[in-house]
């Protein structure tokens, strides 16, 4: 099934870029890629948006699921990040002005890697809101600095008459890229949890007394990131017992957060290397009108 889908959404795709391109005023100005800026502007928007959605998501079952966090000190646990990004974005929409995208946005796809990878090392059994602040304030500053070059670099070279059809597109592909961010990493964490439950319920053999089903049964809970029904699954497991293996879920669950935050600072590494090439030019400093829109077809 989902193979299938892959392949009918990419012919799908295939078939849209068909039919827009033979459109004299297509929905999608497929033409607004040629432009350097904009492709590599729309790449690092949907990578960006993977990244953030593809944090809070698996750090959410991790607090929640894993650490036991209510949902409220959960997401207070979470603030740091978003507020970095509030106070972050303005600051780097006003040096773009002055200095031109490029490394505004470069600074802050290497601070928003720094701050995975921070991250990945505040990750643990005992972690705290103390000791994830610090991360979560790299990773936030990082983000808030990509967001305002980003667009200036997207819309910098778009004629004025397009500029809807831009936006519009800009906007496409960060919907995508959180779409994508919650799938793939969703999927990355379920799969690498499952393999981590796996290997120490194994590696732990008689001291929990559990048979083979019921282990197989816990390990799907966890995939599912459903720690409190561990217990009720394991009904023949006495306190100690339970006490162990709660302790073996949760630092599988670790090992998986891990395991899924460095495929986050690989995607963001990979957009930092394609925000180099981006064309740096103040947008205080736009061309010419007459550069920027398309010549005017004579009257008949």
Do not use: Y
Request: a positive charge; glycine letters at 10%.
């Amino acid at each position: 099934m989902i193979l299938g889908l892959v392949v009918l959404g990419a012919i799908l795709l295939v078939l849209f870029v068909w039919w827009e391109r033979r459109l004299a005023d297509p929905m999608m100005k497929i033409e607004l890629f040629a432009l350097r800026n904009f492709w590599v502007a729309s790449v690092v928007t949907v990578v960006v948006a993977f990244g953030l959605f593809g944090i809070f998501f698996p750090m959410t079952l991790f607090l929640q699921g894993a650490l036991g966090f209510s949902p409220i000190r959960a997401g207070l646990t979470m603030t740091p990040m978003s507020l970095m990004i509030l106070f972050a974005a303005p600051l780097a929409g006003r040096l773009t002005d002055r200095i031109g995208p490029r490394w505004i946005l470069v600074t802050g796809l290497a601070l928003m890697t720094v701050g995975v990878l921070f991250i990945i090392t505040r990750v643990d059994v005992d972690t705290t809101w103390r000791s994830l602040a610090p991360a979560l304030v790299v990773t936030g500053t990082g983000m808030g600095m990509t967001f305002a070059p980003m667009t200036a670099a997207a819309m910098r070279e778009v004629p004025p008459g397009i500029a809807g059809s831009a936006s519009g597109i800009i906007n496409t592909m960060r919907n995508v890229g959180q779409v994508l961010g919650i799938a793939v990493l969703g999927s990355v964490l379920q799969s690498r949890v499952g393999v981590h439950a796996a290997d120490r319920l194994a590696g732990a053999g008689s001291d929990l007394g559990l048979d083979a089903t019921t282990r197989d049964r816990v390990i799907d809970l966890v995939r599912d990131s459903r720690f409190e029904a561990v217990a009720g699954a394991a009904q023949g497991a006495g306190p100690a017992q339970l006490g162990l293996l709660r302790a073996l879920l949760q630092g599988a669950f670790v090992d998986g957060v891990q395991d899924t935050f460095l495929v986050s600072a690989l995607a963001c590494l990979l957009a930092l290397g394609v925000g180099l090439i981006v064309h740096n030019v103040p947008t205080t400093h736009r061309a010419p009108a007459a550069a920027r829109e398309p010549a005017a077809a004579p009257a008949d």
